[in-house]
T-cell receptor
């Protein structure tokens, strides 16, 4: 599984756009990039997944450049409730795959 | 759907005691997983199951046992609890095949302290 590197923490204010970048230099051809969100005292929750270019859903956007060695999770107009830990994972897109969570990025949103 | 449910929410064990963490999912998922999360760290896979009657070890299986007699239930057994097993335990499940087979659904966790 490709190793990922992401900032330990980020701070933001309500209403701002937040971009969290993840580096994965050794990503394999069949690897997908997946982001999970974890609130305190809760289990992780799937946010978004992509393979290349851009993916958008009701929660976030995921930007992946052509070389796929990095990716950026974009959260539009964050609110206090977006305060959480965000994990970037890289691996095969198949069931049964163990999810390798690093320490993630702790996002703190203030008013 | 209740999703993935775990019991108990909290538990304190003495060294050497045993207990079973319960996990149930009502989404008819084939795959189920047990992770542990130590303070300030990511999750580590303990065991997983691809269907009833089939289980396999993950990254940190020592000190734990699992069984999968039904699709819905995947209990995790701790034998001879040790302080190193103090952690938050998460159960998760996912579809076996199809477009969303990669997406895992997590339970709320069980916070275990061994003293």
């Amino acid at each position: 599984l490709a190793k990922t590197t992401q900032p330990i923490s980020m701070d933001s204010y309500e209403g701002q756009e937040v971009n969290i970048t993840c580096s994965h230099n050794n990503i394999a051809t069949n690897d997908y990039i997946t982001w999970y969100q974890q609130f305190p005292s809760q289990g992780p929750r799937f946010i978004i997944q992509g393979y290349k270019t851009k993916v958008t859903n009701e929660v976030a956007s995921l930007f992946i450049p052509a070389d796929r060695k990095s990716s950026t999770l974009s959260l539009p107009r964050v609110s206090l409730s977006d305060t959480a830990v965000y994990y970037c994972l890289v691996g095969a897109n198949q069931a049964g795959t163990a999810l390798i969570f690093g320490k993630g990025t702790t996002l703190s949103v203030s008013s | 759907n209740a999703g993935v449910t775990q019991t108990p929410k909290f538990r304190i064990l003495k060294i050497g005691q045993s207990m079973t963490l319960q996990c149930t999912q009502d989404m008819n998922h084939n795959y189920m997983y047990w992770y542990r999360q130590d303070p300030g760290m990511g999750l580590k896979l303990i065991y997983y199951s691809v269907g009833a009657g089939i289980t396999d070890k993950g990254e940190v299986p020592n000190g734990y046992n699992v069984s999968r007699s039904t699709t819905e239930d995947f209990p995790l057994r701790l034998e001879l609890a040790a302080p190193s097993q103090t952690s938050v335990y998460f159960c998760a499940s996912s579809y076996g095949v199809g477009l969303k087979s990669y997406e895992q659904y997590f339970g709320p966790g069980t916070r275990l302290t061994v003293t």
